[in-house]
């Protein structure tokens, strides 16, 4: 049952900085099925898998249902919606950082389609009847499905992307196992236009105030091609009401604005103009910036699984958080493997180049190959991924 008590509980369980288990093994060890096996058996623990995308999400739920998880879903993902308007207002909130303003929207936007099929359906063609039935079905099972795991008390595999969204309710009730590095995720750059960036602050300056605004004179004031730090606004520091209050200020913003918890969150700017001459203002409205934008994954007891991390970086990111480094000793390898440079061979070169295994596999006769599993053949070998 969730109650107040239970969100106060949570409040001063997010007070505590909880430990991150990092622990590194070359690539194709098993590990999915390894984590998977072990909390199959764990009893009173109750975990959210987050994986890179929701192919990956996908593949890695079928596997654990096929190893045999009862309780178990993964997080939905909204179908293509036909309708323009909807579709093109549900991007704008998602761009926009409105979410919870998205799902109101969608839940009207169902009763509104519901409204159309039965006054207009005489008036439909066969195809827009099925295209608007097909966008009521997703839509509401997008919703259905999204306030079931919220509140979910068995495990869940899910996106990295959906961690910086994380309900309250399962940061507290469930640990977090990260398949691959998430560092990447938490530390990106992004270019914005400083007069979109001052439309995004400027909307919001009579909820965050006095904070907000020396954020923007540092952004502002900034010499051209200097790197500066400049103080980030976390998403946990503010609270359930700022944070409605922040979407109702956005949703109705007219201007040009930039995600509203990215802008919070840039913790340095590189600022610059491409006409020389207005590098001797103090700003242009068509100055560009560099923003070094910081995100942390929610703070519970978390285990990273990758090849590729390095602890240093955890360590420098989440230096309040208590972190232990393992590694798994490396495999030996037998045998020989013979590698073919002359494409990428990566997803998109397969796509396009259709014939290229095929090829592969004429010239080498015989051998297992190990490519992607969509691909694979009876005998040969898959990377972790669709």
């Not at 000793?329 to 590698?339: A, D, L, N, T």
């Amino acid at each position: 049952m969730i109650d107040n008590r239970n969100y106060q509980e949570y409040i001063h369980f997010n007070k505590i900085p909880h430990r991150i288990t990092l622990i590194k093994g070359q690539t194709a060890l098993g590990k999915t099925k390894a984590y998977g096996i072990s909390i199959k058996e764990a009893i009173f623990c109750k975990y959210i898998i987050a994986v890179p995308t929701h192919s990956l999400k996908d593949e890695i739920y079928e596997d654990l249902i096929e190893i045999g998880f009862k309780d178990i879903m993964k997080t939905p993902k909204l179908e293509f919606i036909h309708n323009d308007k909807i579709r093109y207002e549900e991007k704008r909130l998602m761009n926009i950082g409105a979410f919870g303003k998205r799902k109101i929207f969608l839940e009207s936007a169902v009763e509104m389609l519901k409204d159309k099929l039965a006054l207009e359906k005489e008036d439909l063609t066969k195809d827009k009847i099925s295209e608007i039935e097909r966008d009521i079905e997703n839509i509401s099972y997008y919703l259905e499905q999204n306030e079931i795991v919220n509140h979910y008390m068995g495990h869940i595999v899910t996106t990295q992307d959906r961690l910086f969204h994380l309900h309250w309710h399962l940061r507290y009730t469930h640990k977090l196992i990260i398949d691959e590095d998430i560092i990447r995720k938490c530390i990106t750059v992004r270019t914005f236009k400083i007069k979109a960036l001052k439309n995004t602050c400027e909307c919001l300056s009579g909820i965050l105030g006095e904070e907000l605004k020396k954020k923007l004179d540092t952004i502002l004031n900034t010499p051209y091609k200097k790197v500066k730090s400049v103080k980030p606004i976390y998403q946990k520091s503010l609270t359930n009401s700022q944070i409605e209050n922040i979407e109702k200020e956005i949703v109705e913003e007219k201007k040009s604005i930039y995600n509203i918890f990215d802008v919070l969150s840039i913790s340095a700017i590189y600022k610059y103009n491409e006409d020389s001459e207005k590098m001797k203002n103090d700003y242009n409205d068509d100055d560009l910036v560099h923003c070094l934008i910081c995100k942390e994954p929610p703070n519970m007891e978390t285990i990273v699984l990758s090849a590729t991390l390095e602890p240093e970086f955890y360590e420098k990111f989440f230096e309040e958080r208590p972190i232990t480094y393992k590694e798994i000793p490396k495999v030996k390898y037998k045998g020989k493997v013979i590698q073919d440079c002359t494409y990428s061979y990566s997803r998109s070169c397969l796509v396009e180049h259709k014939g290229l295994l095929a090829q592969i596999r004429k010239k080498h006769e015989g051998l297992p190959m190990i490519t992607f599993k969509r691909y694979c053949e009876l005998g040969d070998y898959n990377f972790r991924s669709s």
